[in-house]
């Protein structure tokens, strides 16, 4: 979670930003990102795909939904 005073001040856009720059580097053609239902919005903008929606299982009795997105580099 963010603190609401660090949020919409593009400090996760700059750092994905960076990923992309490094992972080209790498040679990595392309990310896949699990993101939660309320920042595929954010993914989208960063240019990530819709993949698929998947349910993330932590124990169990615990899951949450997530949406599997893609990027090509």
Known sequence: M????????????AL????FDQARGAGVQRLVALSTLTAVPFYAAMGF????????????E???????????L
């Open 16 to 19: 994905l930003r960076r990923c």
């Open 49 to 60: 795909a819709v993949d698929r929606e998947e349910v993330i299982a932590m124990t169990p």
């Open 2 to 13: 963010t603190h609401p005073q660090a949020t919409r001040q593009g400090l996760a856009a």
């Open 62 to 72: 615990v899951s949450f939904p997530a949406v599997r997105m893609v990027r090509v």
